[in-house]
């Protein structure tokens, strides 16, 4: 649903020559049945396009009159016509969809011309409690459609971007088409600053807790009874990825969580057991490794050796893509900027600080 541009005026300017906010003004007509639901409570909404694009909104009757500078005033436009079309096709919009379409508009403004209404119109499935599963952005409808046309498909971005889950929600999916006989989701062992070998019990007893996070989204998307009843059976295994040595896996869809935490030598393991008919998944977060500081990470490697082979597609999410609560994308956003001032202190430092060579030399000059 567009919104239909009734107005447009433009004032002369001052004899100064200057122009002030205000000076250019849209008038759009809006679907009065759904203000409300995109103004939000209490205009929280308008509000906040206001504030981030420095215009001001007025209503009145079904015309909506926004004023500024012209580039903020139609892009604040067009954060309202993308609302509105949410709201005509029944789209919750709550605090997460409308900084997205804002942010998508103020940073992206060439991504944000496509309508980013349409973007969570397919569905992946439901969870047991009915809730649809879908990609909510960009980034994420990408992410879901290279999984379904590559065999291995890389997802990597920071947490909260929906790489595992949606992983997971393709490979239910294709599991209950019967498009793969088995899913198997591992992760790599590695501790996230604890220790939990001492813990009492046997060997899957001592691993559970590392892949407590693959039990939860299964329970929720499959429900419990018919994940037990199909782990019983062998059709679903959850695994430390050192299960996987010295095995072939054939018809599966296979998802490695974490990936940041395997060695070079466990991701190359990993990939090459990779049979016919099977699809594998590999996600993980490069900011956020449990390894040593003196390894390097299989993912990093991985993603350098195989980003010219046919049917691998890597895709890179970004905070945009958080959907988790908006205050996580704000520490997203914190935690690289601090991360990219240390680095580029850290240059500067290698950089003004002289080789031992040079320094050598210049002591045997003297």
Same mark, same amino acid.
Request: charged share 30%; with cysteine; proline share 4%.
């Given at each position: 649903?567009?919104?239909?541009?009734?107005?447009?005026?433009? +004032?002369?300017?001052?004899?100064?020559?200057?122009?002030?906010?205000?000076?250019? /003004?849209? =008038? *759009?007509?809006? !679907? =009065?049945?759904?203000?409300?639901?995109?103004?939000?409570?209490?205009?929280?909404?308008?509000?906040?396009?206001?504030?981030?694009?420095?215009?001001?909104?007025?209503?009145?009757?079904?015309?909506? #009159?926004?004023?500024?500078?012209? @580039?903020?005033?139609?892009? /604040? *436009?067009?954060?309202?016509?993308?609302?509105?079309?949410? !709201?005509?096709?029944? !789209?919750?919009?709550?605090?997460?969809?409308? @900084?997205?379409? *804002?942010?998508?508009?103020?940073?992206?403004?060439? %991504?944000?011309?496509?309508? $980013?209404?349409?973007?969570?119109?397919?569905?992946?499935?439901?969870? &047991?409690?009915?809730?649809?599963?879908?990609?909510?952005?960009?980034?994420?409808?990408s992410y879901v459609n290279a999984i379904e046309k590559s065999m291995i498909v890389f997802g990597v971005g920071?947490?909260?971007?929906?790489?595992?889950?949606?992983?997971?929600?393709?490979?239910?999916?294709?599991?209950?088409?019967?498009?793969?006989?088995?899913?198997? $989701?591992?992760?790599?062992?590695?501790?996230?600053?604890?220790?939990?070998?001492?813990?009492?019990?046997? $060997?899957?007893?001592?691993?559970?807790?590392?892949?407590?996070?693959?039990?939860?989204?299964?329970?929720?998307i499959m429900g419990a009874e018919s994940f037990m009843k199909n782990m019983e059976k062998g059709l679903i295994?959850?695994?430390?990825?050192?299960?996987?040595?010295?095995?072939?896996?054939?018809?599966?869809?296979?998802?490695? @969580? %974490?990936?940041?935490?395997?060695?070079?030598?466990?991701?190359?393991?990993?990939?090459?057991?990779?049979?016919?008919? /099977? #699809?594998?998944?590999?996600?993980?977060?490069?900011?956020?490794?449990?390894?040593?500081?003196?390894?390097?990470?299989?993912?990093?490697?991985?993603?350098?050796?195989?980003?010219?082979?046919?049917?691998? /597609?890597?895709?890179?999410? &970004?905070?945009?893509?958080?959907?988790?609560?908006?205050?996580? +994308?704000? *520490?997203?956003?914190a935690y690289e900027k601090y991360e990219d001032k240390m680095s580029r202190q850290d240059k500067s430092r290698?950089?003004?600080?002289?080789?031992?060579?040079? &320094?050598?030399?210049?002591?045997?000059?003297?």
């Open positions: 649903m567009k919104l239909r541009q009734t107005e447009t005026d433009k +004032q002369i300017k001052s004899k100064t020559g200057d122009w002030k906010l205000g000076d250019y /003004s849209e =008038s *759009i007509t809006v !679907a =009065s049945n759904y203000v409300q639901t995109v103004f939000g409570q209490f205009d929280a909404n308008i509000k906040k396009i206001e504030k981030i694009f420095n215009v001001s909104m007025i209503l009145r009757d079904d015309k909506l #009159k926004v004023s500024g500078t012209e @580039d903020k005033v139609k892009r /604040s *436009i067009q954060v309202i016509d993308q609302l509105f079309d949410m !709201a005509d096709r029944g !789209a919750v919009l709550d605090e997460q969809k409308v @900084d997205y379409v *804002i942010s998508m508009v103020n940073d992206h403004p060439q %991504e944000a011309k496509e309508n $980013l209404a349409e973007i969570d119109r397919d569905i992946i499935c439901h969870t &047991t409690n009915g809730k649809p599963i879908k990609p909510k952005t960009v980034g994420q409808r920071p947490a909260g971007t929906g790489k595992t889950y949606l992983a997971m929600a393709k490979a239910i999916t294709a599991f209950k088409n019967n498009e793969v006989g088995r899913i198997i $989701l591992t992760r790599p062992a590695i501790e996230a600053g604890e220790k939990l070998g001492f813990l009492p019990g046997d $060997l899957q007893s001592k691993v559970d807790p590392y892949l407590r996070p693959l039990y939860d989204a299964l329970y929720e295994e959850v695994a430390p990825l050192a299960y996987m040595r010295g095995r072939t896996l054939d018809n599966a869809y296979i998802v490695l @969580d %974490e990936a940041q935490n395997t060695t070079p030598a466990q991701m190359k393991m990993f990939l090459t057991r990779i049979g016919f008919g /099977s #699809k594998a998944i590999v996600t993980g977060d490069l900011s956020q490794k449990d390894l040593p500081h003196d390894a390097q990470s299989g993912l990093d490697v991985a993603l350098k050796v195989l980003k010219d082979i046919d049917d691998i /597609s890597i895709c890179h999410l &970004t905070s945009l893509d958080v959907v988790r609560h908006p205050l996580v +994308q704000k *520490i997203v956003n290698s950089g003004s600080r002289p080789s031992s060579s040079r &320094t050598a030399q210049k002591n045997r000059g003297k």
